[in-house]
Structure formats: structure tokens, C-alpha cells
């Protein structure tokens, strides 16, 4: 591999399946599904060599995530509710999201009733 490619030897899938697989030497190459083995004969050597760094750096990256401290304020939070959640609230009280209905201090409940009932 002296000279510059002007095409690529292995397929997308193949070179994703070395992304994710990590293969340490030509017969892990040979076992992912749809390489072909001249191409491994004649490129294996150098793509192993690119395979290495990549994996090396990915597991740097993956260790100065574990050292680094968790920051409290970027954590997903997660809400998860059920109907019980708004206590002895009836069903009635609440709008169409499920949420409890905000009263209003300035009409009587009574007027507001017969206003919706119409």
C-alpha cells in the first residue's frame, strides 16, 4: 500500500464492522461476514495498523470519561408519573393533559360551572 488508493478496498459495512469489532490481526479480518480475503491478504497489514490507533483512541477517550467527576447538572432526568400523583384530586379537577385545573380567585366556582355548562 505504497501508492495511494483511488478506491476504497473494503465495503462500508466491512470497515463498520472493524469499527466495532476491533479485529487484532488478519484472522479476526477474516471473520467478519462479506470480506473478502485477497483484500485482507493484500490491505490487512495496514488497516490493522489504523484499526489499533482508532481503538486506542477510543479507549482514551473512554477512560477521561470515567475520571472525569459527575456533574449533577448533566444528568438526564427522568419523570416518570402515574394518576396517583395528584393525591386525592378528582377527575374532574383535571384538563385534558391530565394536569389539575388552575381556579380562579375572581369568578365564583358555582358560575363557572353553570358558564362551562352551557
Do not use: C, W
Not at 469499527?19 to 493484500?42: Q, S, Y
Not at 490491505?43 to 489499533?52: A, D, H, Q, R, S
Not at 400523583?85 to 375572581?106: H, I, V
Amino acid at each position: 500500500m505504497s501508492k495511494p488508493l483511488h478506491a476504497q478496498p473494503f465495503s462500508t459495512t466491512v470497515l463498520r464492522e472493524m469499527a466495532i469489532n476491533f479485529p487484532k490481526d488478519k484472522a479476526e479480518m477474516l471473520e467478519i461476514p462479506g470480506i473478502d480475503a485477497e483484500k485482507v491478504r493484500l490491505y490487512g497489514e495496514p488497516f490493522l495498523k489504523l484499526v489499533k490507533q482508532v481503538h486506542n483512541s477510543y479507549e482514551s477517550m473512554m477512560q477521561q470519561q470515567e475520571d472525569r467527576t459527575e456533574d449533577p447538572n448533566h444528568r438526564n432526568v427522568i419523570n416518570i408519573s402515574d394518576d396517583d400523583d395528584f393525591g386525592n384530586a378528582d377527575m374532574d379537577d383535571l384538563d385534558d393533559q391530565g394536569s389539575p385545573r388552575e381556579r380562579s380567585s375572581y369568578f365564583p366556582i358555582r358560575e363557572v360551572q353553570d358558564f362551562n355548562a352551557q
